[in-house]
């Protein structure tokens, strides 16, 4: 553990060398990308007031292409490639994916030793899933969530799988990991800055996008995940911290309020709808 967190140290401070380089303000894209979808057959996990009792939903699993300047940056990485054989059923969820991230980019010409980072708003399996296919990418990620996946105990109470990320993290081992900690400007250019949202996940954070045309844009992560569950700031009971999970909610709608930004939430359906698929992309 002392060795792994070392390594964690070592990865921050190369992160801000690499921040510098980036001084002019490039053009951001950002593209949508279907990652894979599910139905909960009980939506009162969605609340921990009890809500929901018998009913069911269906929720979109996204993942985001953002080109800054001459880089790409894949924000979530979706289902795991087992989930193409899907709807597979694992307890009430039935789970499907149609097409792979790499499969979707060939579709801009893209392969995926093209993908300079990969962040990932938190490590579940919906969000990581596709993590391993980016082996040469650079991982970004909130401390707080590889000091989770650390600790063997609380990743398997947080429904966090370590395997998922083998291709950068193998015990005490990284590589090509950045460590971010807090609020952090990636590019150090006010174009995309990772929000940190503790509560879902021990280390789960959110993105705010500033585009040229279309304004600020906020990709919350799992801090909600469907427009109800935002107006009333419910809190899923499978969540690591109730009470962190309302103040990160504050402090998200906080922001969004500030910069008139658009929210989206990624698994609500008619959120990811209004932005267009690929090859369209917002600027
Ligand atoms: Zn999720």
């Not at 007031?49 to 996204?62: A, K, N, R, T």
């Not at 950045?178 to 940190?196: C, N």
Request: hydrophobic share 40%.
């Amino acid at each position: 553990m002392k060795r792994f967190l070392s390594g964690l140290a070592f990865a921050a401070f190369s992160f801000a060398a690499a921040a510098t380089a980036y001084a002019a303000t490039p053009d951001v894209r950002m593209y949508r990308l279907d990652c894979g979808y599910m139905t909960l057959g009980d939506k009162s996990v969605m609340s921990d007031e009890g809500l929901y009792q018998g009913q069911s939903y269906d929720i979109v699993m996204s993942c985001y292409l953002i080109k800054h300047g001459d880089d790409w940056l894949l924000w979530d990485a979706g289902l795991p490639e087992k989930y193409l054989a899907g709807p597979i059923t694992e307890g009430s969820f039935a789970t499907g994916l149609d097409r792979t991230i790499v499969e979707q980019l060939a579709d801009l010409g893209l392969r995926a030793d093209d993908i300079k980072y990969v962040a990932v708003s938190h490590s579940h399996f919906d969000h990581s899933g596709q993590v391993n296919s980016f082996p040469n990418a650079t991982l970004i990620i909130q401390r707080g969530e590889l000091e989770a996946m650390a600790d063997t105990k609380k990743a398997a109470a947080h429904y966090i799988d370590a395997g998922l990320f083998s291709s950068h993290i193998s015990g005490d081992k990284l590589q090509r990991v950045r460590i971010i900690d807090g609020d952090v400007d990636l590019f150090g250019d006010g174009t995309l800055q990772a929000i940190q949202t503790p509560g879902h996940t021990p280390g789960s954070m959110a993105l705010l996008l500033k585009l040229n045309h279309a304004g600020y844009y906020v990709l919350s992560g799992d801090q909600w995940h469907f427009t109800e569950n935002h107006q009333r700031q419910q809190v899923p009971t499978w969540n690591y911290n109730h009470q962190q999970t309302v103040a990160s909610g504050n402090k998200l709608d906080q922001l969004i309020a500030g910069k008139h930004a658009t929210l989206v939430i990624q698994h609500e359906p008619v959120d990811n709808q209004k932005l267009s698929k690929m090859p369209g992309f917002l600027d």
